[in-house]
């Protein structure tokens, strides 16, 4: 990924979007026996999707290129 699609990680607008994503992941993965990650956890392991699919839902696709 390039440089670029890191310049709006600290925006509000990501950081909603991370809630938004996390609550999906949750509805997707809720069930009896399922185990799923706190919030912290699930931004950590899938960082660079979240980047690349915010940067994708803003316009931003070329900055996921390598």
């Keep these: 990924m390039q440089i670029e699609a890191f310049t709006e990680i600290f925006s509000p607008a ?5 809630s938004r994503m996390y609550v999906d992941y949750m509805d997707e993965t809720k069930g009896f026996h399922s185990i799923t990650e706190d919030e912290p ?3 950590v392991d899938n ?7 915010f940067n994708q839902q803003n ?3 070329a900055w996921n290129r390598k």
């Design 47 to 53: 960082f660079k999707f979240l980047v690349r699919k």
């Design 41 to 43: 956890t699930y931004i």
């Design 14 to 18: 990501f950081r909603s979007f991370l």
């Design 59 to 61: 316009g931003n696709q």
